[in-house]
Structures are given as C-alpha cells and as structure tokens.
C-alpha cells in the first residue's frame, strides 16, 4: 500500500488529535491540569499514526524482504500499539476527572444577622463527567457510546441555560458532547467505508 493511501487511513486519527489540541485550548484556563493531560494524548496519538504508517512502509518491507522475522515483526508492532492504546486512555480518563473540586457553599448575610446558607432553588446536579467519560469510550472504544454522550450533552446544556442544572459541569458537557459527535462521526465514516469494501469486492468477485 502507498505511503497516501496510509496517511489517508490515518485521517481519522488525526482529526482525533486536532480537536483534543483544540478542546485543551478552550479549557486551558479553566482546566489547566486536564487540558496538559488531553494534550499529550493527543500528541501520542498522533505518534500512533505516524508508527502506523512507518509499521506498513517500512517494517512489513523489511519482512517481505526476508530481512525481518514475522514473529518479531508481529511482537514489535503488537507491543508498541498496545503502549499507545493504554497510554492514551489514562491520560484521557485523568483528563476527565483532574481537578474536581467540590462547589463551595452559598452565603448571605443580611443586615444585624450571621451569615447563613441561602435558601437557594435547587438545581439538578450536573453529569459533565460522565457525559465527557461517555465521550471519550466512546471515541476509544465502543463508538455507540458517543450517540448518548450527545445527547445527554445537548439535553444537559439546554438544561444549564435555562438555569435548571448546575452549570459547573458545563465545560466537561460540552467536551464530552464534542468527543461524542466525533464519535458518532467516525463511526458512521467507519461503516461507510466497510459498506464500500464489501460491494467493491463483491463486483470484483468472478462468482456474481
């Protein structure tokens, strides 16, 4: 396979990292700890592609060339994905819950009074890490799971608009709904392009 047809198959890959750089951005100031943690999953990330493609040009040469032992070839590979695969989902998974810290109490204080809690409406408590751990399975490895962080991403953020939810999770919602469309996205790419396959083999099949 040619080294295009390998950078175009690591196209998925790099939009991956591409909106990790750009969601660390966005929450670099809200979330400093979290978005240095998305940043360097997605600079492994991209590491990954580029072992991809370096793995089908150069290594599986060598072991057409005889220059390489197939087992040898296989471990390597095998060893390095795996690396990159765990790497990857603990950086993203500590991205999702670094720096949670508890919401302060309310208080008002009224004139010749202690100060007390504030009788506040109260709010539904918000599932921004869930949604963003959602997002990330999702992306990672069970790509149905990004439909519902989605969803529940859009019902939540309606939701902290209208004032009815805890708007401190808005920032994790909002990244979990981002990686989850992302999700949805790759794998509906995903099934398209196993689709195509299949009827291209088939029309190339003497049998039909």
Do not use: C
Not at 12 to 41: D, H, N
């Amino acid at each position: 396979m040619s080294l295009l047809a390998q950078l175009l198959l690591q196209l998925p890959a790099f939009l991956i990292a591409l909106t990790g750089f750009v969601l660390a951005g966005i929450f670099m100031g809200r979330a400093r700890t979290s978005a240095i943690l998305v940043i360097i999953a997605s600079i492994l990330t991209l590491l990954q592609s580029g072992f991809t493609v370096f793995n089908h040009v150069v290594m599986l040469e060598l072991v057409m060339n005889g220059e390489l032992d197939s087992d040898t070839y296989s471990i390597i590979g095998s060893a390095i994905f795996t690396l990159f695969y765990i790497a990857i989902s603990v950086l993203l998974l500590a991205a999702a819950f670094a720096g949670r810290n508890p919401q302060p109490e309310i208080h008002v204080h009224t004139q010749g009074s202690t100060a007390f809690d504030a009788p506040a409406t109260p709010l539904h408590p918000h599932r921004g890490a869930l949604i963003l751990t959602l997002g990330l399975l999702g992306l990672l490895m069970f790509a149905p799971l990004g439909i519902a962080a989605w969803i529940m991403g859009n019902k939540d953020l309606a939701a902290m608009r209208e004032g009815t939810m805890d708007k401190q999770g808005e920032g994790q919602t909002l990244a979990g709904k981002v990686l989850g469309i992302l999700a949805t996205a790759l794998m509906i790419f995903a099934i398209i392009v196993f689709f195509a396959t299949i009827a291209i083999l088939t029309s190339n099949y003497r049998g039909f």
